[in-house]
């Protein structure tokens, strides 16, 4: 087939532009090379192409995607190669770079000139660089391939690109290997980029991690002082959300991606003040004094004092110190009314209240589901904003609760 | 000056491919557009180059890097342009769209030409057009720019390259625009790319200021309890990295920057376990019983278990569980020995006793340091790893505690 060679450079150019272009908004390094891969063997005359990636974890090279016609293409995951593996050795040991120096890529032909010609046994070392290319020939016959581009960033090889033949059995150009090398090294690039982003990515979920799950020892610690409350910190974090998402799915709220990272976190941290009440008074079975109360009501005010180094969101803390607030005016620390309420409070006031009913205590069993709805919902308006509450009973109804 | 125009084009081309090259591995947006402008202005022949980035903390853009020859450079940090201003709203808004839409730039010349013809004033916002375009006229005269090359991610304006002229006066050619248009291009990726990678890592930071703090918050309830103890946790933190460093420097020990990370955590969280012991035992100022005794012990177990969850590196939690052991095996809660007690742990038992000797109680005030430093010194080999308390002998000479 006769193929004017200009107009083939020029759509090897554009092609493989065009495809780095976008490469370092991938941060999955292993879809990034799914996507050279296929581009090469659709767009270019290439019968065959594959890629190895590195994995830091395991210190190897693992072949994630091959791509082509039947019989050429080689099993993915399969193959893997460990830094001793010849055709690795080849690109990352200091004695073999002068082989590699000046070369885009190692062509099959080019190792077989190098293997019989006489003069590379010049060095010490010759012995081993004949062996090793021996191996390496070997190793890229049985990946189907004739010529292997190494991805560098910096000192790194992060990536080897397999390249089959092309479909006119011509050896690839000077001009072509150069492309291939361009593509190589941006996905080298794109790589690292990559790995750093997931690197970071991960830090901030393990520091999320570490401090959600500071917040939950505290709690257990707290439970574990107030012996009434197992399990109440979590319990009542899950129904605060639960009845916010229902309000957006009925329509009587919009809360965006923020607000429920903040029912979250104040829900978890809506007992923490308790942590200052004196033993005595968290365990004490029967009616407190009112001194004693005045202590007890102090948890709201004392828990949003305590977070105040953490410079939470103000919803995390409204919901802290007014989640004992009454929607008739009556609750604590402030008596807020109604709307006055940030419904962070009103929603978590409902959650609370719910899982107090609910649950068991040494000296009184907790009172059926059922039964504890009904108190809710009596109390709406009074006690509660109405709008939890309608959620509240459409979660219940839905046996969701 | 007669240069060969095609050795020019070249050398463009090789000099913009190069500095895309590294770009998405510089994550300060404005180092970036700095180091562009600086290559234009150095190895182009212009008079004058300068780029404007887009703040989304102010919703403005600022000119943050400005070029050339003197007369010719601009103010930079001064000159600020709001979404309002005539330059990028004729880049932004919708309505100019089909204006610039096929341009790589807005060249002076066009815009005048533009200006006079009749046609533009075809459709019903022709006359705003014209306006418009007299006022960018202007502003990039007063910008000293003949030409403005607008880099977009996707749909996002994210800096504006401005040039001058060049220095044999003539026109840019298409070839030329064409490479400042890739070269915005890749520049406003890599910007979004720095972008990412800020906001990722403020995240990162974020969170782990959030564990940290609530860690603080949690140190800081335990010593509410335990009245004894105020500040006890930060100081014995503090004293404990102090003697970490101090061994790294007089070469008893290496440790990595994972170890001065770990021992960190471990010395703030050392006493969590406390959060279980009783108030009454915490807070007795006489001698406690047997029984007492072992309930206040158990901090140290309890403190490891509390911390399970978090699944922090082994050396934090060795420093929990074993900051009571002794170097001659007399210690809790495992009555390890030498070099059996992990290092992290036998620091911190020194921090720990030279903060409990020199901090003032209610029933007595605290040791002189130097009697506290004697007595550690004494005790080195007996209750104390000898490392650590050499340490601590350099730090307090150095009056460093």
Known sequence: MAVNPTMIKID?????????KGMIMIHDPKLLIKLIVRMIVRKLRIKHAAMILYESDNNRYVLNISRGEAGHRIPVGFTKFSTDSPLIKLFVEKQFKPLIEGRNAIVMDDINRIIWRENVVDNSTGGDIKELLHKVNQQMDSLNSIACVPAFYQDDLMAVLLLGQKHDETKFDQEELNFFAALASDAAMAIRNAQLFNDLSREAKRNRELFIQ???VLSSTIEAKDTYTHGHTERVTNYSVAIARQMVANGSAEFDKDFFENIYISGLLHD????????????????????????MKGHTLKGADMVRPLNLPQECVDGIRYHHERFDGAGYPDGLTGAEIPITAAIMAVADAYDAMTSS???????????AMREIKKNAGTQFNPLPVQAMIELYNQGRV
Chains 1, 2 share one sequence.
């Open 361 to 371: 205590r040494p000296y009184r069993k907790g009172l059926d589901k059922e039964v």
């Open 272 to 295: 923490i003040g308790k942590i200052a009440v004196p033993e005595k008074i968290l365990n004490k079975t029967g009616r407190l004094t009112d001194e004693e109360y005045e202590i």
């Open 12 to 20: 090897y150019k554009r092609e493989l532009e065009s495809a780095s």
């Open 214 to 216: 500071t917040i939950l």
